[in-house]
């Protein structure tokens, strides 16, 4: 630890708040990374009932410790205390979610093919699990303190599958994080786990996080933050003697596609949800619909002026930090340059620091896609509203698209025949296929998919949302005629876990 | 097509055979990759009934063409007849193995999440479905000219998963992959399947491969070679605008592990599998056993005599081409060279060209250790022993191996505690783990793993081999409020393929 000053910053007034609190340096990295990789012998041998109960105990140790760590998300976040109470409960909801999912146990990809010594040449016993890969590093999100940090999806779905955890804590949301880190550790000793299961990384900058993936110890890497971090990560975990791999989410600008029928028959509708998505929360989400896809005339006429109305009537909100504020003025300011590309409205000046103004464009098809920097994300509640020339023109931009977290298809009954041909170009191009929604809203749940091709993500094959997560930590390994005494639970004859089995090519329930 | 020349080569006299061959350049590549792209929008939509009649399509053409392609492939590969009729058949097998799993359907990995519109907030109907990632790049090997090239299992899978395949053949075979490639252009026309869907690229050098893995229109890459090979192609794919996923399968020692009792009771058996399994095919395995660690005493010298007077009996074999037996010859000659490390026997000389001698060595754990060159897999029947002080010993040595496709225990009953010691180091290290058999002999079913933690593979959360590797080949998307009438068949209510299905958190059989 150093003496450096590190303190919680409220957005709200640029202010530091709350005591010094500790950093970390790239020594205690090492040393940290040290503790999980001897946890890790201990802790993937754990059974599924034991993780299950103590991403339970971590559950109920937020709840617990609710009041203080709702006070420091808000004051570091600036978001308001419905939404991070909200938050919380998602946070907790999602730990007991990866423990019912261990408990079933299907994840583990559990198979047996039993010996068949007559066949010419004999088959031996095999028999598959799917175990933890090692020790992963959670890179903290800053615009979700509470469900994309430190106990999030990433950590929840990690030790789920039996992996330690070292948390490189958001430096947005410091005291947050080292509160919820001390409800994990609590859990971790009263469940009677090495200490090393979990830790959290703390302090400004970016060395600490590049010594984390940079650590031999570490086995895999889940972030949720901008494409030029991921990126970053995703490089120096490549160069590294043993590869590692990352998941990285990263941006997307989430195209809503109003399909002609319903944009004449519901477009005043369309227009006050498409900016209640918008805005809410700063528009600091991964899914904020960023870009509005519909044929030109008067019903997008029509549209475009209610959303007009709607964003210019939108009060501003205080953004996540001075740094993301910069950034969002700075993008809507560039877009705004961008020849034939208009600025519709922008919401109300607030007052207070990092006051997030929303702000609606339009352009047509054909500069859209003569400039790449327009499919960029601006992180915010910024948006551009593209208008073709026709179906055709529509189906074209989409096929330029680069990969996506989500696409939104908005149809009535006549759209559906148009909606059929999007729907493949969608699917190849993203994660998750929502109609007549709007893309902000993330269920957790085993169907939900919140990830999609690059540069959405580094690795579109998974989800960091929902329980299909904890894929990304376990890895295959085959058994080949050891002795009954040798074999772990889980593909054994008795499968005292009652998971889930292919038994010679049969599904057997648990 | 160029006009260069590029003909079949008999290793067993290095000269040339067969007709003058022809040779696709880098501009070819850009044309077939097309293809691909184009077939992939029809073919991803197939239904897997349909795909499972086209791969067993594939099967009954090679069936067919049995006599002309066991011809070529012996005559480019120098191996013998028997070897390759058992490979044919383990090629149509495993064509016929993804066919059920697709029909099977469990692999696609739906999950229905139905709407629960009174919960506060509501939940929305989510369905998810894996699709085919888009067109496959796969490598041939050299070793395997059937089983693991044209028509191997990276083929058999993608094809099974729905995505388009081009095939970079192997040069050491190019008569064996046309003959194969024709077989399975029959069955795409015989299938009714766009011509796209399938295509072989063929030549010598680097330069095609290189081509195709960098065109845009690739979506992933399977591989099975050399670890430079692997390596650079992994290079290119992560350093495309849109990086891609690359399935190497590289390098391996395969550690065995001799363990006290079982020594001691039956080391000349040990000594005579040992040997069998070190020369089958010239040694030119990826399984190939190409470590053995034991107690040293009385039990390893007496294992030691009778290996060495096996390996000094075994004849040469032909080895698959010049440059591999170059390599090999190389690289026996610097074992040869390290200090500590003795020339225990060597095979007899050969006639003929290309011949392969057996090689084995003998060190210590210390040398072991401290000479990482002796980790390096030298590709043919060439093995290491190293002689450990005790159990101990034993551990620190695996606890410091590299990432391998395969470990064996030789145990006896007195053996299973040091064996339940060993399995914790050897889960973390490699793919596959057998008790008191050869690693050589990859079994082609639903529980194999051929896979393992780097350098043994570029990504270990795979197989190449059985019915899971098609996990390699699909990814996840998530369709939300869908009208039922969009959905895809997979995700529908009607559920027409019989899946089996995660539905509200239960598993529900097809």
Request: proline residues 7%.
């Amino acid at each position: 630890m150093s003496a450096q000053a590190f303190r919680s910053i409220d957005p709200r007034t640029n202010r530091a708040a709350g005591p010094e609190l500790a950093v970390h340096t790239a020594a205690d990295v090492g040393a940290v990374a040290a503790r999980a990789a001897l946890a890790f012998e201990v802790y993937r041998a754990t059974t599924p009932e034991r993780r299950a109960r103590f991403l339970e105990a971590i559950a109920a140790q937020l709840e617990a410790d609710r009041a203080a760590i709702e006070e420091a998300a808000c004051l570091e976040s600036g978001l308001p205390a419905a939404r991070i109470n909200g938050e919380l409960g998602r946070t907790t909801g999602q730990l007991r979610l990866f423990a019912r999912t261990i408990l079933r146990g299907d994840c583990f990809g559990v198979r047996l093919d039993r010996a068949l010594p007559e066949r010419v040449p004999p088959r031996p016993d095999l028999r598959l699990r799917r175990i933890a890969v090692g020790p992963v590093a959670v890179f903290g999100a800053s615009n979700f303190p509470l469900a994309f940090s430190v106990a999030g999806g990433d950590t929840a779905s990690a030790l789920a599958a039996g992996c330690p955890v070292v948390v490189r804590g958001h430096p947005a949301h410091p005291r947050t994080s080292l509160l919820v880190a001390a409800a994990i550790e609590a859990a971790v000793r009263a469940s009677g786990l090495p200490d090393g299961v979990f830790a959290l990384i703390s302090g400004p900058g970016t060395a600490l996080g590049q010594a984390l993936v940079s650590d031999p110890r570490i086995a895999a890497v889940g972030f949720t933050g901008s494409r030029a971090g991921g990126l970053a990560l995703s490089r120096i975990a490549g160069e590294r003697p043993v590869p590692i791999p990352v998941y990285a989410e990263m941006s997307s600008i989430n195209p809503v596609i109003l399909c002609p029928a319903a944009l004449s028959a519901r477009g005043e509708a369309l227009a006050d949800g498409f900016v209640a998505s918008l805005v809410l929360g700063a528009g600091q989400f991964c899914t904020n619909p960023g870009l509005i896809l519909a044929v030109r005339g008067p019903a997008l006429e029509a549209f475009l002026a209610r959303a007009g109305y709607g964003i210019a009537a939108s009060p501003s909100s205080t953004m996540l930090t001075a740094g993301i504020h910069d950034a969002y003025a700075k993008g809507v300011e560039a877009r705004s340059l961008v020849e034939g590309v208009q600025l519709v409205a922008a919401g109300l000046v607030g007052e207070g620091e990092n006051q997030g103004r929303a702000a609606l464009f339009a352009t047509d098809a054909e500069r859209f896609l003569a400039e790449p920097s327009l499919q960029e994300e601006v992180f915010g509640a910024s948006a551009l509203v593209v208008a073709c020339a026709d179906e055709a023109e529509m189906l074209s931009v989409l096929e330029r698209l680069e990969g996506q977290l989500t696409a939104t298809l908005q149809i009535d009954a006549d759209d559906h025949g148009f909606a059929a041909q999007l729907l493949p170009v969608l699917e190849t191009r993203c994660g998750r296929i929502l109609c007549n929604g709007w893309p902000t809203g993330v269920e957790v749940s085993d169907a939900m998919v919140h990830g999609g091709p690059f540069p959405a993500t580094t690795d579109g094959r998974t989800t960091s949302v929902g329980s299909a997560a904890i894929d990304r930590f376990l890895r295959p390994v085959c058994y080949q005629n050891l002795p009954a005494s040798l074999l772990p639970a889980e593909v054994s004859d008795s499968n005292p876990y009652r998971i889930p089995r292919l038994v010679d090519g049969e599904i057997v329930p648990g």
